[in-house]
């Protein structure tokens, strides 16, 4: 038996090596960066503590030594507005990891002294130490089995869970775990708000599934690419992207000459590889060359050209999202079969360039797998590392077909005839066409193949894609001081004595207002 494993068993053994040794412990657990600013930031939130009106009772859930970090310093500044902020952790340092329990004992020892600072203005709770729920309810059962089939597909970026295999026990069991703690510390706080990063995966897609179970209100909140800015969704998960009641408040408004700029001169960037705006990511890593170029360097005729776009596999934008497919590879593996059948036409797969990143299945297997190695000619598949950009490709293209991509949206801005076949944002706005059973799927590509110039989109339809694309881009992000990524370079630019001040409240306290709860006013 490991010493550690011994040790765990003995009572307190945890506690009398800490508290002779200190310091942090040896494993991935890291809260160093906090532990060197969270003074200065009680001291700058303080006389903003002390005038503030009383606002409302806010559960602010975090795991992982990352958002523990992040959520003392929200946390912080909710209560520098007058909100009563209880922050409730689990102090893990990895998800896919088991931890022995004198480890897990020593995590949370040093995450008390870390945040000790915000004692008397923002409570702390492990939720270690909530004495756990009798049992879950049968209703929360199939949402934490959900939650841990998205872990085990997060972490291995395949869509199908062995779920028999180590890691989705391992998250299954601690899924369970944090259910049953945070079930009975809601169930006894009883706040008025829960916020919760992500809320999707990991034991903070548990703890929403508990709160929303409790029917108290929930904010999710995540990071894209620019600076400054976080999404927010209020008793939804936020990696959803629901657009719903934006496109509702704001949809039928027309454009100002400073909006069409705006989207055009975006669109100008991810075209041509450059970076746009607070963001040092270029969508596109070679320069265009043209539609002509391109259909000559990929060998294609002059038959229709349908521009197939993939996602990758295990993002957390595309859990869940299935629809009629069972799974984003079912979806291209049927489609590849059935125009393989269709010689009057050209199919053109481009693999996601973010798959040279990742170590799970491959598209290109997907395919190659689906035809036994055969493909036909007029079936070119664009692997993750050929120097192509999709904008050329999609100069060309007669028909786009996606699962969620955002490129679904860019073909329809471009007046190109799409298919959507997962749950994205952009369905159900005007401008795709989505069916919703494999039938009707292949019906609808049956319906439009043999015309497919009479099915380019018409100029309203156009013009309410880059109305979409405007608001999603640009109006779905809210102005936000700190990203997860580069938080402590975010923290020196906006530090909470800036933040809290006229400057910081007139730039952010619309997204603060709306993470404590407040409906967010589109």
Known sequence: MPIKDYLAKIPYSADLYDAIRGGRPQTRYNLSQLEKALLAAVEQARPFIEKAPKGRKIVLFATLHYWVEQ????????????????IAYLPYGDWRKDVNAFDLRRQDLYTRRVLAPLKGLVKTVSLLDVIPADNLPSALIKPIETVSAYDAMYTNQEENVDRES???????????????????????????????????????????????????????????DQREQVWIAQNDEVMRQNTDLLWAARGGQALTSEQREKIEALEAARMGGRAFGKSARKWQDVETVGGEKIRADLGLDQRPVVLLATNVLGDSLTLGRNLFATSMAEWITRTVQYFAARTDVQLVV???????????????????????????????????????????????????????TTVGMEMSMNGIPVVVCGETHYRKRGFTHEPATWEEYFRTLDGLLPNLPGYRLTNSQVETAWKYAYRFFFEYPIPFPWRLMHFWKDLDIWP?????????????????SYLAGEPVKW
């Not at 310093?73 to 902020?85: F, K, S, T, Y």
């Not at 190659?368 to 490709?393: C, F, W």
């Open 496 to 512: 909470l004595s800036r933040v809290l001040a006229d400057e910081g409240r007139a730039e952010f306290g619309n997204a603060f």
């Open 71 to 86: 959520a003392a310093i929200v946390g912080l500044a909710l209560r520098g507005l007058g909100h009563d902020v209880t």
């Open 166 to 224: 180590g890691l989705y026990r391992l998250r299954v069991e601690r899924n369970e775990q944090a259910a049953l703690a945070a079930l009975r510390f809601l169930q006894d706080h009883r706040p008025e708000t829960v916020l919760i990063p992500n809320g999707t995966i990991t034991e903070l897609g548990v703890v929403y599934q508990v709160a929303r179970h409790l029917e108290i209100d929930t904010v999710t909140y995540e990071f894209n």
């Open 350 to 404: 481009r693999v996601h360039p973010g798959e040279r990143l990742t170590h799970g299945l491959s598209m290109v297997d997907v395919i190659n797998a689906s035809l036994d190695g055969q493909i036909p000619a007029h079936i070119r598949v664009i692997n993750p590392l050929e120097k192509v950009n999709t904008y050329d490709m999609m100069e060309i293209a007669s028909l786009g077909l996606a699962y969620t």
